[in-house]
Structure formats: structure tokens, C-alpha cells
């Protein structure tokens, strides 16, 4: 786990209580630059709270996280500098146009009107929206605002993605798109992803994947070696094999 | 690849910083021109105020020679001030509103996770809001105008630095209340437990000493009221005036009204920390 370059995303001993409920329990796992990882848990599972605590939206009660080497409570700014993300609810303002968004949240990373433009017309390009710039997000699909979204997160050319659940609401056919898209996203330009998702059918044979689960961490690692340790034969098999084994503990401890 | 981690600068610029609150500003102001239901209902509500209160309770109300006048006013003159700060009270209680539902609808976050410190982005969220605050209260007196509501000109001028300082304060009221707020619909006793007590509670619709003759008791709650100071820093100022009191009390709850809010949104001590994930666990 320690190599010479830091963890794009390393978390330590992270726990977070919401008065009597604990949301994580002794989260513990890193990531490694320009690699795929998927966080995949049911809903509840503590996916939300995991990814505002990585952001800063709240602050952390126990264990640590990093950023590429930089903890995200003592140096915040670097930290989230580093980080682009797309959250689960839609954040786009639906009155403004499309690159009126993308330049207010350069702006709010200290990147001016003109790099902004330049870069907007860059990442448009890339997913085949430039012809919308001027147009108000409202009228655009969903598809197409989850698009934006994922475009405006690596204007501040980010190295450290993370999705919060980005293909709920669309068609099955938008939903490939996206995952192409980010997927290529790590082959090209090295940036390190952590895809948040409850559906199984997102997570490729070539992933890293992480098993959350009521909190805790099941499992951790690349794919094939979560199906091989759970001795399943797919990875939804391995799924369901180890929230069935934490359930079983869970119901012995309270026993 | 962690060499170009490596390579990136450390902190930021004044630039930066700059260029953050221009953004800010700018896209407060954008979302005001699109609304133009909000422009003009903040227009309306103080004009009504003018043109149908204050011309039915000229008669009812005879207002005396009181600083900063120096001839006997109008009571549509006296009440103008108090309009003034009443719209600066409504939008800042509105943006306050408008946070809560940037928060529910997750805008609220693309601000929060700005790389910049959360104070500084706070404060510039304030300072957006009390910019639009200003256009509405200069298109007010514009209107007030042809209604003969004529300061002095260079009144125009001079009331502009307190309005600035009492748009801030009731900017910071408002952010640190919608802190407290857990949904959009509560905004409701907002208007009844803070805007209607305070408007009322304060010396925009009537003198002081008027109050201090029908209940002692009210009096000293209303000379109490921050928003009594907000009216009358914004009276003396459209007359070239300085009222000192009133002054040190608005930068001080200015002061603290903003401390207040930067803790309530600080992740770690705040009440977002404490509230939980709500509907988005």
C-alpha cells in the first residue's frame, strides 16, 4: 500500500456517527492513481456520508483522509483542489446556460473567464455538447446534464474523480455512455476515479471494487480477487455471499 | 503522474481570491435578473407600503421635528428609510431561503467544496447578496422619486455605505438562520417569528418617542432591535448624517451575526455536521 507516490485516495480508521447512528464504522482503504475503483453498496449503505466526509462537507470525527498525500482536514485546500465530483442530487443552476455553470465553478476554483472558456470549450468538445453551450441547462436531458456535470467536475483538471451514484435517473443506453466515458477518462488522461453505485452491473471484470455494507468495508481490492477470496463465481454472487456472512455476524454479536 | 501532483503551486493568489468573489457576485446577480418575479415583488411589497399605508396613516400620524430632519416631513418621507431596510431585510432573509434550497437541490455544495476557505466563500455569498440587495433599493428610491420622496442628491451617495454595512447585517441574520433551517417550508415562521417582529418592533413605521408614549415596555425592545439601528443608520446617511449609535450597533452585529454563521457552516462544529445526510444518505 505505501509505494513511493502517495494514494490518490487513502482513508484510515474512518468512523462517523450521526448522534446515536453510526454511518461508518472503521473505514479503511486507498486507491491508486489512474485507476477504476467501484464503491459499491446498497442505499444506506454509507456511501453519502463517506464521500462528504472525503469532500469536506463534513468534518471528520475519527481516522484520516488523504488526498494524494494531503489530509483533508489540516490542508483542505489542497486537498479539494485536487478532487472534481459530481454528487448524487443534481447541482447544476437550471437557469443559467451551460457555460455559465461551468465558468461560476471555475471561478470558485480561482480559474478565470478566459482559461475557463477555453477549458469549457475543451471538455465540451469532449462529450459532444458544444453546440449547447449557450443554451439553459433546463432544457437539457438528463443524460445530457449528468454530461455537464462530469465536464464542469474536471475543469479544474482534477486527478481524483468521484461519482456518487451518476447513472441513477438515465436510460440504459446513457447509462453505457457514461460508463465509457469516465472509463476512458482514466485510460487517457490518468485520472483516478471512485465510482459510487448500488447496481451490480456497473463493476467490470478489470476494476478495483470496494464492498460497503452497513458501514463497514467487506471487501476491498481488484475484482477478480474479491470473487476468488468469497470463492463465488461472479461478483454479485461474492456480493451476495459477504453481506450474508455480516448480516450472520451481526445477528451472533447482538446474540 | 504524482510529480505533477507535486508540481502544482501551494495556496492561492489575491487573484484568485478575486476572481472567486467576482464569480460569486456574478452569478448571485444572474440569478436575480432571471428571476424577474423576485425584482419585481421586491419593488412591489415596499411600494404598496408607500403608496397605500403610508397615504392612508398621513393623516393618523403627525410626525414631529426629530434629527435628522430639520422641517416638518411627510410621512411618506418619514417611512422611506424603514422601506429601505425592510427590502434589505427581505432579500436577505430571501437568500437566506435561496441557500436552504441550494442546499436541499445540492448547490449549496459545489459552493462548499471550492478548493478557497469556507469563510471566504460565505463572505463572499454575502457580499452578493447585499449587491443585489443594493439594486433593489436604488430602483425603490428611483421610484420613490416621482412619488416627491427627493433627498437630498448627494443623499444618494452618502447613504451608500450604510446601506452596504446593513445589507451585510441582515445578510448575516439571514445565513445564520438558514443554517437552523431544515427545510424549505419553514421558511414560513421565518416571516413570523423574525421578519414581521423586527419590522414592526423598530422605528421604520413610527418615531420612537411615539412608542415610548403608548408603551414603555416596547420601547425599550424596539431601541434594543438591531433594525432600529439599520433604519436609522440608512435615515441619517440619506441626509449627509452620521448616527454613531446606530453605527457601532450594526457593525457589531454585523460583526457577529457573520461569526456566527461562519461557525454554523464550519464541517466540523456546525449544524450541517450535526444534522446528518438527511435525504441524501
Not at chain 1, 448522534?19 to 492513481?33: C, E, H, M, N, Y
Not at chain 1, 437557469?95 to 465558468?103: F, R
Not at chain 1, 479544474?156 to 453505457?176: C, F, K, N, W, Y
Request: proline share 4%; net charge positive; with cysteine.
Amino acid at each position: 500500500m505505501k509505494n513511493v507516490e502517495p494514494a490518490a485516495l487513502s482513508v484510515e480508521g474512518l468512523s462517523h456517527a450521526y448522534g446515536a447512528r453510526q454511518a461508518l464504522k472503521d473505514v479503511t482503504f486507498s486507491i491508486q492513481p489512474a485507476s477504476f475503483t467501484v464503491l459499491l453498496g446498497l442505499n444506506g449503505a454509507g456511501k453519502s456520508t463517506l464521500f462528504s466526509l472525503v469532500t469536506r462537507l463534513y468534518g471528520t470525527q475519527r481516522g484520516a483522509i488523504r488526498i494524494f498525500g494531503h489530509d483533508v482536514s489540516r490542508s483542505s485546500g489542497e486537498a479539494l483542489r485536487l478532487i472534481g465530483i459530481v454528487f448524487q442530487p443534481r447541482t447544476l443552476d437550471l437557469d443559467l446556460s451551460v457555460e455559465q455553470n461551468l465558468t461560476y465553478h471555475a471561478a470558485l476554483h480561482g480559474i478565470g473567464t478566459r482559461t475557463a472558456r477555453r477549458r469549457a470549450n475543451e471538455v465540451l468538445a469532449r462529450i459532444g455538447l458544444s453546440d449547447r453551450r449557450r443554451d439553459k441547462v433546463r432544457d437539457l436531458s438528463g443524460g445530457q446534464m449528468r454530461r455537464i456535470e462530469i465536464a464542469r467536475a474536471l475543469l479544474h483538471e482534477p486527478r481524483l474523480l468521484l461519482l456518487d451514484e451518476p447513472t441513477v435517473g438515465l436510460d440504459i443506453a446513457s447509462r453505457a455512455d457514461m460508463l465509457d466515458h469516465v472509463r476512458a477518462l482514466v485510460a487517457e488522461q490518468r485520472v483516478c476515479v471512485l465510482w459510487a453505485t448500488h447496481l451490480i452491473d456497473e463493476v467490470s471484470e478489470s476494476d478495483d471494487v470496494i464492498v460497503l455494507h452497513q458501514g463497514r468495508v467487506l471487501a476491498h481490492g481488484a475484482v477478480a480477487r474479491v470473487i476468488a477470496d468469497a470463492k463465488a463465481a461472479d461478483i454479485r454472487a461474492a456480493f451476495t455471499a459477504l453481506t450474508r456472512s455480516a448480516a450472520g455476524e451481526e445477528s451472533s454479536e447482538a446474540a | 503522474m504524482s510529480s505533477d501532483v507535486a508540481a502544482r503551486p501551494i495556496g492561492f493568489s489575491v487573484a484568485q481570491y478575486a476572481i472567486c468573489l467576482k464569480g460569486i457576485v456574478w452569478r448571485e446577480g444572474l440569478r436575480f435578473l432571471h428571476q424577474r418575479e423576485r425584482f419585481i415583488s421586491a419593488l412591489v411589497r415596499p411600494l404598496v407600503w408607500l403608496f397605500i399605508f403610508a397615504a392612508g396613516f398621513r393623516q393618523v400620524l403627525g410626525v414631529s421635528i426629530i434629527p435628522p430632519y430639520d422641517t416638518y416631513v411627510l410621512y411618506e418621507v418619514y417611512i422611506t428609510p424603514g422601506l429601505m431596510a425592510m427590502i434589505q431585510l427581505f432579500n436577505g432573509m430571501l437568500s437566506s431561503l435561496s441557500m436552504v434550497y441550494d442546499r436541499e437541490m445540492g448547490n449549496m455544495r459545489t459552493l462548499l467544496v471550492s478548493p478557497l476557505p469556507r469563510w471566504y466563500l460565505l463572505a463572499s455569498k454575502l457580499i452578493a447578496g447585499t449587491v443585489v440587495s443594493l439594486l433593489q433599493v436604488y430602483a425603490f428610491l428611483l421610484v420613490a422619486w416621482f412619488w416627491d420622496i427627493e433627498p437630498p442628491l448627494i443623499g444618494y451617495l452618502t447613504v451608500l455605505p450604510a446601506l452596504v454595512l446593513t445589507g451585510l447585517m441582515l445578510g448575516a441574520l439571514g445565513m445564520l438562520i438558514s443554517s437552523g433551517i431544515k427545510q424549505l417550508e419553514n421558511f414560513a415562521s421565518v416571516m413570523n417569528f423574525v421578519i414581521f417582529p423586527m419590522f414592526f418592533a423598530s422605528s421604520a413605521l413610527y418615531p420612537l418617542w411615539r412608542v415610548r408614549e403608548g408603551s414603555p415596555a416596547l420601547y425599550y425592545v424596539c431601541a434594543l432591535n438591531p433594525f432600529t439601528h439599520a433604519v436609522e443608520l440608512i435615515r441619517f446617511a440619506l441626509y449627509g448624517q452620521v448616527n454613531w449609535v446606530s453605527l457601532a450597533v450594526v457593525c457589531g452585529c454585523t460583526a457577529a451575526f457573520m461569526v456566527g454563521a461562519i461557525l454554523a457552516y464550519d464541517p466540523s462544529r456546525g449544524f450541517i455536521a450535526r444534522r446528518g445526510p438527511g435525504g441524501d444518505a
